[in-house]
């Protein structure tokens, strides 16, 4: 089969379009036809191998156990393990690869069982792959780790990326009062998904002290929790996702791996850093929410197989607006 593959960490330019053997499927996981793979941060994070810290989480210390990269995707069924009782061949799916063996970004890829659902009736592939990582993010900082209820007042931050534009429509979903903040590029974007309230942060100061909010989930990662603290209630929650910024060796992992918990002791304010897991039941949740209209995927760009190495780069470089998908053409 055709599959982008890595055997050093670097640059996208590291990765290469290659013939591979299809994978072998266990009892527990399905083989999966690949139509299309969602293109998140962790992408780029994992073919560079910074920061450092990601190796040691079993991913390889000089190179990469894991030759394809790619979380997200979408596809019909080819078989199933033993075990697999939920779907069977020819069902569309959608989902997330595992935390070992290889990715997604390949005309077939091995997935466990317990991390595919259904694809969403009237989604294409492009749209369902952009669901699985982000948006299981943004719905355990709201729901898990924010504990989100009717009426509350949340902040998210990187309003218009693959997390933030999930997490403002399922803040809405939810019942609470929005406000997204992006750039100025995306102030229509993330108001035309619903947000309450949007501050372009090269003209206004969120943490101004002038309001300060229940919930802040923020996706950016880069901003001191200092500045953080001061837009939050006092009893109110702060959710970290992902570890943007910083340096190579601990990258924005270390605000909220060191101090974030730290700070929370000595104060009332809870500021927590959230590992989002991709399981059946969220993308079942997902699924539901997205057939009722409530939530939409944005998609920026798609890319087709042979072009991983820009899709991943246009990510890192910020100027997706929502998600960007590798598609696989159908044989």
């Known amino acids: ?14 990765l290469r379009l290659s013939d591979i053997d299809e994978p072998v499927i266990g009892d527990d996981d399905v083989l999966l036809r690949v139509r299309a793979a969602g293109v998140d941060p962790g ?9 450092y810290v990601v190796r040691l989480m079993g991913l390889g210390l000089r190179a990469p156990k894991r030759r394809v990269p790619g979380m997200d995707v979408a596809g019909r069924v080819e078989a199933v393990g033993k075990n697999v009782a939920r779907v069977r061949p020819g069902d569309e799916v959608f989902g997330a690869c595992g935390h070992s063996g290889d990715g997604s970004f390949a005309q077939y890829a091995r997935v466990p069982a317990d991390r595919l659902s259904a694809k969403p009736a009237d989604l294409t592939f492009e749209q369902a792959a952009a ?8 719905l355990q900082g709201l729901r898990d780790e924010g504990r989100l209820g009717p009426g509350q007042t949340v902040l998210v931050i990187g309003a218009g990326g693959g997390v933030g534009t999930f ?3 399922l803040a809405k979903a939810f019942h609470a009062e929005v406000t997204g903040v992006c750039g100025p590029t995306n102030v229509d974007l993330v108001r035309s998904i619903g947000a309450d309230h949007v501050i372009d942060y090269t003209r ?22 200092s500045v953080l603290r001061r837009a939050l209630a006092p009893r109110g929650t702060l959710v970290i996702v992902g570890g943007e910024g910083g340096n190579r060796w601990s990258g924005g992992f270390g605000r909220q791996i060191l101090r974030a918990p730290l700070l929370s002791l000595l104060g009332s304010q809870s500021l927590l850093s959230l590992t989002a897991d991709v399981h059946t039941r969220d ?18 760009r798609t890319f087709p197989l042979a072009q991983a190495p820009e899709a991943i780069r246009y990510v890192h470089d910020g100027r997706a607006r929502g998600k960007v998908v590798v598609t696989v053409a159908a044989d």
């Not at 992408?43 to 920061?51: C, I, K």
């Not at 993308?283 to 939409?296: A, N, Y």
């Open 131 to 138: 669901v699985p990582v982000s948006a299981v993010a943004a």
């Open 204 to 225: 206004e100061n969120f943490a101004d002290g002038a309001r300060r909010f229940d919930l802040i989930l923020d996706n950016a990662g880069r901003r001191p929790l």
């Open 1 to 14: 089969m055709k599959a982008i593959v890595q055997d050093v960490y670097g640059s996208p330019a590291v």
């Open 283 to 300: 993308l079942d949740v997902l699924r539901e929410l997205i057939e009722s209209g409530k939530v939409t995927p944005v998609i920026d």
């Open 167 to 169: 997490a403002v429509q």
């Open 43 to 51: 992408v780029w994070h994992l073919t560079a191998g910074v920061p």
